[in-house]
């Protein structure tokens, strides 16, 4: 079956420190992944997807097919980047299966 | 952007009672709707995917009967939770399919006494 994994509920960092959000997905095809996130009070909105190989608010994620992984990150963290992020897949249809979700705390 | 609307925010209801939640697309159409429900410091779990016209495709495990999917229109999705008990408490969050991804509502918080 199908699974996103995100191994780290909770994520702690400090302003101006990288940022690395994990995500291990378990496929046997090609699916496409996505990284959304939510922040405080605001709905769910797409971050960045892997097709587009873009660059989005500093955070970058390279899909790495021989690790089944899909990493997000950041060089350098932000207060404003504190949320909730979510790794996503969809396989040949528009369901998107995602994971349990990291939070992601930056400190001042 | 697209954006997609959710109502109500919130509601409270008997145990027993029904209730209907719409989800909108405000400035697009969308064929394809999908329903999440989301428990307390969970991840979303997919329910059923709504197409205009057609019925619902629902999930393995989630009651067709239970919670009645609707999507009359391509703007307009709805859900209804039939005879709602304690355990359909929920937060409910509907999405939109557009050109790239899917756009999501603000979610209903359900809470059935």
């Known amino acids: 079956a199908q699974r996103v994994t995100q191994p780290e509920k909770l994520l702690s960092v400090f302003k101006g420190a990288p940022v690395e959000l994990k995500c291990n997905y378990s496929?046997?095809?090609?699916?496409?992944l996505f990284w959304y996130v939510q922040y405080s009070r605001q709905r769910l909105q797409l971050l960045l997807r892997?097709?587009s190989r873009e660059s989005i608010k500093g955070f970058t994620a390279d899909l790495n097919k021989g690790e089944t992984s899909f990493h997000l990150k950041k060089p350098f963290a932000q207060e404003e980047d504190s949320a909730m992020y979510y790794c996503?897949?969809?396989?040949?249809?528009?369901?998107?299966?995602f994971g349990t979700g990291t939070r992601l705390q930056v400190f001042p | 952007g697209a954006v997609v609307s959710q109502h109500p925010s919130w509601v409270i209801c008997k145990s027993g009672t029904s209730v209907k939640i719409e989800c909108r697309s405000l400035?697009?159409?969308?064929?394809?709707m999908f329903w999440y429900r989301q428990f307390p410091k969970q991840s979303l779990m997919l329910m059923a995917t709504?197409?205009?016209?057609?019925?619902?495709?629902?999930e393995q495990g989630v009651e067709k009967d239970k919670f009645l999917i609707n999507h009359a229109s391509l703007t307009l999705s709805t859900l209804t939770v039939t005879s709602a008990h304690p355990e359909d408490s929920s937060f409910y969050i509907c999405?939109?399919?557009?050109?790239?991804?899917?756009?999501f509502g603000p979610g209903t918080r359900l809470t059935v006494l």
């Open positions: 999405s939109a399919r557009g050109s790239r991804t899917q756009y």
């Open positions: 496929y046997s095809g090609s699916p496409e």
């Open positions: 892997h097709i």
């Open positions: 996503a897949l969809t396989f040949n249809t528009d369901k998107l299966i």
């Open positions: 400035d697009f159409q969308a064929t394809t």
């Open positions: 709504s197409n205009e016209g057609s019925k619902a495709t629902y």
